[in-house]
Nanobody, 124 residues
């Protein structure tokens, strides 16, 4: 599975961005999808995940209520809508895919497939 993330950029605090991650896999709906981020000097951290059918979503406490993950299986794309952005949200954001249940992979910080990352910078 090849993953292509896009949508990053520079935004002021309080602003919004929507990240997209397009997958090459036709069996996209067999995979749970997630977003991670890594800031300079910090470890990669889990941000959000969504089940293969889209009925279940999971978020890190730091983004809950501000970020929304969604997917369009017909377009083989997963999205991350980010609202009320804060400077501490600045990082490279990566999308990821795995065929295992979210709790066995993405929530543990592992995934079978990773996208190339897109930079999000939030200015204060």
């Amino acid at each position: 599975v090849q993953l292509q993330a896009s949508g990053g950029g520079l935004v002021q605090a309080g602003g919004s961005l929507r990240l997209s991650c397009a997958a090459s896999e036709r069996a996209f709906n067999n995979y749970v999808m997630g977003w991670f981020r890594q800031a300079p000097g910090k470890e990669r951290e889990f941000v959000a995940a969504i089940t293969s059918g889209g009925g279940g979503t999971y978020y890190a406490d730091s983004v809950k209520g501000r970020f929304t993950i969604s997917r369009d299986n017909a377009k083989t794309t997963v999205y991350l809508q980010m609202n009320d952005l804060k400077p501490e949200d600045s990082a490279v954001y990566y999308c990821a895919a795995d065929s295992r249940p979210i709790g066995l992979a993405l929530r543990r910080g592992v995934a079978a497939y990773w996208g190339q990352g897109t930079q999000v910078t939030v200015s204060s």
